[in-house]
């Protein structure tokens, strides 16, 4: 955990300098990598099935977070997502770790070559890929699915589900509150120093801003420490695909609306817009809300997974190719 919140913080500066702390992108079985050859799958995943389901975890975790949480009380340990639709509906789980610090959009990149390599040494053919993505893991996912169908990359023919779980797509209010902040403090030469510091944090963190998942939304940036500007463009769903959001409050009321789950409020989570910026478009039937659950919670909570097995047994229709501004409107 603490190697994961390293990563989360300066995982882009430890990887620039080499540092033998920062984070690859890994596939993790019984706490190790998985070679990704036929030889090193087949050992890793000898009950391998043709349906997968992959977790990618948010900032400052790692493959382990799904089993961690809840820390507390009579659900402390339960089993965890993989496990239940391994059991229940013959999914294989697999289980990423990456370097949160880095690019949203560089560990887009990665996993969709990654998934590439997964699927082609594979023990048995792939017929349905789940992706499962808790926080920023869900604009992971996201962009990973941009850059897949882009490159061309077969597995995406065989995504069905995809799931974010309290991922801010239209940005994290703390990472905004803190460039306000930083921005500020760079204004008076007594608080610069403070500046610099808050500046020091992970681009991967920066791209929480907005909701950053493809290299447009910051390469041509000057300044990456701007003073809350959204720079962020979007990108179509995968045609054959159905994304879903499930997002949390703390409580009912004007009160739950504010505080979110904590970390991420409904809006963002559902990417609904309430002004006339960005809505990404979820179909209206593939969003849940749950309430009295915080931003950990939906790592490991049985009212996530029973709205996720009802997705997910659902009979499977085709969505229509729709231009991604029709899908908006």
Request: glycine share 12%; with cysteine.
């Amino acid at each position: 955990m603490a190697l994961g919140a390293i990563n989360g913080l300066y995982g882009n500066h430890l990887t620039e300098r080499g540092n033998r702390l920062a984070f690859g992108m890994t596939v993790r079985r019984h706490g190790a990598d998985v070679v990704l050859s036929d030889e090193g799958m087949a050992a890793a995943f000898p009950d391998a099935t043709s349906r997968i389901a992959v977790f990618v975890h948010g900032l400052f975790g790692d493959e382990d977070n799904w089993r961690l949480f809840p820390l507390r009380g009579a659900h402390a340990g339960r089993r965890t997502y993989g496990e239940r639709l391994q059991d229940e509906l013959s999914f294989t789980p697999v289980s990423l770790r990456y370097n949160t610090g880095l690019r949203i959009s560089q560990n887009g990149r990665e996993l969709a070559r990654l998934l590439d390599d997964l699927v082609t040494g594979w023990p048995t053919a792939v017929e349905e890929i789940v992706l499962v993505g808790h926080s920023m893991g869900g604009l992971v996912v996201r962009s990973a699915c941009h850059y897949g169908e882009q490159d061309g990359r077969r597995w995406t023919n065989e995504v069905r589900h995809v799931f974010s779980l309290g991922s801010p797509h239209l940005g994290a209010d703390l990472e905004k509150g803190v460039n306000a902040v930083s921005w500020g403090f760079g204004r008076l030469p007594e608080t610069r120093a403070f500046a610099s510091l808050l500046n020091a944090r992970s681009v991967g963190i920066k791209d929480l801003r907005y909701g950053a998942c493809v290299d447009e939304d910051w390469c041509d940036c000057e300044d990456p420490d701007e003073f809350l500007r959204d720079r962020c463009t979007e990108v179509p769903f995968l045609p054959d695909a159905h994304y879903y959001f499930i997002g949390a409050t703390l409580m009912d009321g004007p009160v739950g609306s504010v505080l979110g789950d904590l970390l991420v409020r409904m809006p963002s989570a559902s990417g609904r817009s309430t002004g006339k910026g960005r809505s990404i478009p979820f179909e209206v039937d593939n969003g849940h809300e749950l309430t009295g659950l915080t931003h950990m919670d939906l790592l490991n909570h049985p009212a996530v997974y029973e709205q996720m097995r009802t997705w997910i047994t659902r009979p499977h229709v085709r969505r229509p190719p729709l231009g991604f501004q029709e899908a908006a409107a």
